[in-house]
Structure formats: structure tokens, C-alpha cells
């Protein structure tokens, strides 16, 4: 990856639906060798996918809502199990196992309380969970899908770094 490559995601990460000559303009490439990059970005997993950012209330999921959870089962087979639950759930959008006190945490966005404390009582059906706790965003900040680009090695900096 070079410094080229860079600029590639910096731009897609803007805007998914940049036009291929658009954004080889604006990295000093012809269209041809800036489609290649961008194929091979997404070939070796660099670009998992384009999506569409939506806004939430318009969607009616305005409402986010942080969940810890702790269980006192550690298995395997619990973890695989609790999973599978939670890709039943189209309110979950981020899903972490954590370290410290609490064992995962979930991103839920739902319309309003009263649908949280729905996904909140068929999620305990589904599954047993020692401790839930529920934080509600009371506004957000900052929000990106852009993930900082200036920690990546360049091939150039790999090379002067095994010399």
C-alpha cells in the first residue's frame, strides 16, 4: 500500500459514489490504474464493502442505546449460541466481546423506550443473561465510518523499517 492507495480510501471513505475518473483526478492518476487500485483494495480486503449511510430519524431508529452485558457462562458453546441471537436482532448494529467488567456491548437503535424495552424482553427470552445494563445516548457528538488512515505503513516505510 502506498500513498496513492491512501488517498483512494480517504476519498471513498468521504463518498462511496465518487465516479472512478472522478477520484483519479483527484489522486493524479488516469481512470484505468486508479480502477486496478481500487480493485485490488477490495480483492485483498482492504474495502470490505460500499454502503449507503443512512440517517437515522428518517428511518425511525433515533433512539441508541449502549447495552452491557455479563453473563456467567463462558463457554464456547454459549458465546457461538448468544451469536446467533443476536443476528435475529435488525437493532443491533455493533456488537463487541469486551474485556474488564463487562463481557459484550451492544449498539441498539430502536424508534423510542417502549420499542427498546420490546427488543429488551425478546432478547432475554431468547437467551439467559446474568446483568443488563442499558445507557441511553442523550445526544450524539460525533459519529464516522471513517477509520483514521494515517496509522497505515506504507510500502516504502515497510522497506526503510526491515533495512
Same mark, same amino acid.
Given at each position: ?42 480483492? @485483498?480486503?482492504?474495502? /470490505? =464493502?460500499?454502503? +449507503?449511510?443512512? #440517517?437515522?430519524?428518517? *428511518? ?56 427498546? @424495552?420490546?427488543?429488551? /424482553? =425478546?432478547?432475554? +427470552?431468547?437467551? #439467559?443473561?446474568?446483568? *443488563? ?31
Amino acid at each position: 500500500m502506498d500513498r496513492l492507495d491512501r488517498k483512494i480510501l480517504r476519498l471513498l471513505q468521504e463518498d462511496a459514489t465518487l465516479a472512478v475518473a472522478e477520484i483519479a483526478k483527484k489522486v493524479g492518476l488516469s481512470t484505468t490504474p486508479c480502477w486496478r487500485r481500487i480493485q485490488k483494495l477490495e480483492e @485483498d480486503g482492504v474495502i /470490505k =464493502r460500499r454502503v +449507503a449511510l443512512l #440517517e437515522p430519524a428518517a *428511518v425511525n431508529a433515533k433512539v441508541t442505546v449502549f447495552v452491557s452485558i455479563r453473563t456467567n457462562s463462558h463457554s464456547n458453546e454459549w458465546l457461538k449460541r448468544f451469536s446467533e441471537v443476536i443476528t435475529e436482532f435488525p437493532e443491533v448494529v455493533e456488537f463487541y466481546r469486551m474485556s474488564g467488567d463487562v463481557d459484550y456491548l451492544l449498539r441498539v437503535v430502536v424508534p423510542d423506550i417502549a420499542a427498546y @424495552d420490546a427488543f429488551y /424482553k =425478546r432478547l432475554i +427470552a431468547k437467551i #439467559e443473561i446474568r446483568d *443488563v445494563s442499558s445507557s441511553f445516548a442523550m445526544e450524539q457528538i460525533k459519529y464516522t465510518t471513517q477509520l483514521p488512515l494515517d496509522y497505515i505503513q506504507l510500502a516504502k516505510e515497510k522497506s526503510e523499517s526491515n533495512s
